[in-house]
């Protein structure tokens, strides 16, 4: 099974600041790498796949960087609709698919 | 407009079953691969099952495997997870979500969720 770690587990920051997820495999996932944003009582939303192709209607000031097992979410200028609870997945490994634990990104 | 529509949650007893539908629509479901991802109370995202568009590949997360069973009818547009020998571990929010595609090829991740339906085992 890839691990998927994730850091750091809560992240404060202001906003119209940067932010920025890192996300860690236990193997190489080449950029078969995804990134989710979930509030409180809604399902995910796909944000970035390929490791840095932003889905449908994303955001701008969302980006997605990294190959192989580092891998980084970076939102440029906080929104107040960005605070939410951030998930990297892997599907290299087809399709016995992992999860990261989860960043929560918090207003400082 | 495509949507997922859970239902089937509820809670049910240790050593149980329950059989979760999920309603598809806006899309060609048969041509979509799906999966069922959960989340426990308060816990981060677990990937449960897979299941190719033709229900040709199938696959279970060790966590599940000989107690669960995905199925598929794609002429009804229905996606299914019948769950047995139901353990508290297995109390989660249970998500189906169909796989990514796009002009060049598909992703194993996955651009649609449904709203989700909870599943409590407790006696």
């Known amino acids: 099974e890839i691990v998927m770690t994730q850091s750091p587990a809560t992240l404060s920051v202001s906003p119209g600041e940067r932010a920025t997820l890192s996300c860690r495999a236990s193997q190489s996932v080449s950029s078969n790498l995804a990134w989710y944003q979930q509030k409180p009582g809604q399902a995910p939303r796909l944000l970035i796949y390929?490791?840095?192709t932003r889905a449908t209607g994303i955001p701008a000031r969302f980006s997605g960087s990294g190959s192989g097992t580092e891998f980084t979410l970076t939102i440029s200028s906080l929104q107040s609709e960005d605070f939410a609870v951030y998930y990297c997945?892997?599907?290299?490994?087809?399709?016995?698919?992992?999860f990261g634990q989860g960043t929560k990104l918090e207003i400082k | 407009e495509v949507q997922l529509v859970e239902s089937g949650g509820g809670l049910v007893q240790p050593g149980g079953s329950l059989r979760l539908s999920c309603a598809a629509s806006?899309?060609?479901?048969?041509?979509?691969?799906m999966n069922w991802v959960r989340q426990a109370p308060g816990k981060g995202l677990e990937w449960v099952s897979y299941?190719?568009?033709?229900?040709?590949?199938?696959y279970y997360a060790d966590s599940v495997k000989g107690r669960f069973t995905i199925s598929r009818d794609n002429a009804k547009n229905s996606l299914y997870l019948q769950m047995n020998s139901l353990r508290a571990e297995d109390t989660a929010v249970y998500y189906c979500?169909?796989?990514?595609?796009?002009?060049?090829?598909?992703?194993?991740?996955?651009?649609?969720w449904g709203q989700g339906t909870l599943v409590t085992v407790s006696s």
């Open positions: 299941i190719s568009s033709s229900s040709s590949t199938i």
């Open positions: 806006g899309f060609t479901f048969s041509s979509y691969s």
């Open positions: 979500a169909r796989e990514t595609q796009d002009s060049s090829s598909w992703y194993g991740c996955f651009d649609y």
């Open positions: 390929g490791a840095s």
């Open positions: 997945q892997q599907y290299n490994n087809w399709p016995l698919y992992t």
